[in-house]
């Protein structure tokens, strides 16, 4: 199917102060698509002097509220995440517990198995068998102090292996879109690299943690400590109490994967994501992670450009009882520039078209392409705003009668 490109020139509700879709021509349409894409594993500001040594060779930091990377360095490229798993472990437990299958005050009585392969093995809630740990406290457990007996204990204790576990993670991972992600750990014990990931996919991990469960995310990321049976221990996270706004996520370490660190903060309506990957040192890894956030905070703005529920353009519709359909903004869509420098983006629409009827409202039928200078393009999806059913013999005819006369 071909790709077409449709600048809306309808009526628009365009917030005040914000950039509105321009109307080029053929030609300004021809030579947007045939600009040359910035690869994918780059972003413009790596040519920009970013606070990440050389040293560490994966480095990612995304602007969740415009979808813009700031900067990126072998986002794609594939490494072992160490204790980073855990996140993905946190995950599929909130995504069970919004589901209803688990229950957060649920005891887990711990084995005497478990007790013997787990505790005390590598970072640790050194569990002790007969004890019963709450669902809760196993996974402020695991993400606070990153136990691997806790993290095997809430695992086991789900699905009944750890097998089935980390079944459910990689079935949340394809859900979620991360294709370049397979855990075969449930914790990121070294396992000779069958556990891998790249910056790309945990930034999609992230996303989906502090905007699918913001309650269960602040109850259980960046807390500064955790106390079990007497013994208290500190939370390795560098930038959370440290950097304004900063509230997660998680460190991981081991000597094949080096120190990584996926990290979030929000500050003044914007939420940043950074994922550093492979770093020698865990000074080095900490000071950078603290940097680079800073760093994307002040040199970098995000104003709005459509809020949600916004009518952004229209899409051409195939054998429905409407010729076009109208896109709106599933979700308010932002746009990011240098500090100081405001940029007007170009905006266009994209789809695969004619779109077929019928066509509910709220389904995603359209992309809209942000291209500001000096950044990677961004693409955001758009909803149709209005249902449009499929048109009967005569509308046929008609649709029909008038495609030939056009």
């Not at 790709?3 to 917030?15: D, E, F, G, Q, S």
């Not at 509105?20 to 780059?42: E, F, L, Y």
């Not at 051409?316 to 010729?323: F, H, K, N, Y």
Request: proline share 7%.
């Amino acid at each position: 199917m071909k790709r077409i490109w449709l600048v809306a020139a309808c009526t628009m509700a365009v917030l005040p102060g914000t950039w509105a879709i321009g109307a080029p021509g053929t030609d300004a349409i021809r030579q947007a698509s045939a600009k040359a894409p910035v690869p994918a594993h780059r972003s413009a500001q790596e040519l920009v002097e970013a606070p990440v040594p050389a040293e560490i060779p994966v480095a990612l930091l995304l602007d969740l509220s415009s979808q813009q990377v700031l900067f990126a360095r072998e986002a794609g490229r594939r490494f072992m995440p160490a204790s980073i798993t855990k996140a993905m472990t946190a995950y599929t437990a909130f995504e069970l517990i919004k589901e209803g299958k688990i229950a957060i005050a649920t005891p887990v009585p711990i084995s005497q198995e478990l007790q013997d392969e787990w505790s005390g093995e590598g970072s640790s809630m050194f569990l002790q068998a007969g004890e019963r740990p709450t669902i809760g406290q196993l996974i402020l457990g695991s993400t606070t102090v990153s136990g691997n007996d806790a993290t095997v204990a809430l695992g086991v204790a789900t699905t009944g292996s750890l097998e089935g576990w980390t079944e459910l993670m990689n079935d949340n991972a394809a859900k979620l879109g991360m294709s370049e992600t397979y855990f075969a750990s449930a914790n990121g014990f070294p396992d000779g690299g069958r556990t891998f990931t790249t910056a790309r996919d945990l930034a999609i991990l992230a996303e989906a943690i502090v905007t699918r469960h913001p309650r269960l995310y602040r109850n259980y990321f960046g807390r500064p400590l955790f106390k079990w049976r007497g013994i208290t221990q500190y939370n390795h996270d560098p930038i959370s109490g440290r950097v304004e706004g900063a509230d997660g996520l998680k460190t991981g370490y081991t000597n094949e994967a080096g120190y990584t660190f996926l990290g979030s903060a929000k500050r003044d309506g914007r939420r940043l994501v950074l994922v550093l990957a492979g770093s020698p040192r865990s000074g080095m890894r900490n000071k950078a992670a603290r940097e680079l956030i800073e760093w994307g905070f002040e040199r970098f703005e995000t104003r709005p450009l459509f809020a949600a529920g916004t009518l952004v353009g229209e899409a051409e519709v195939q054998d429905g009882d409407a010729a076009s359909v109208m896109l709106r903004a599933p979700a308010d869509i932002a746009g990011t520039y240098r500090a100081g420098r405001p940029r007007e983006p170009q905006l266009s629409i994209r789809y695969r078209g004619p779109l077929a009827a019928p066509i509910e409202e709220g389904e995603e039928v359209a992309r809209l392409r942000i291209e500001t200078p000096g950044f990677p393009p961004v693409e955001v999806p758009l909803e149709a705003a209005e249902p449009v059913a499929k048109a009967g013999p005569l509308r046929r005819l008609v649709n029909g009668l008038a495609g030939l006369v056009g």
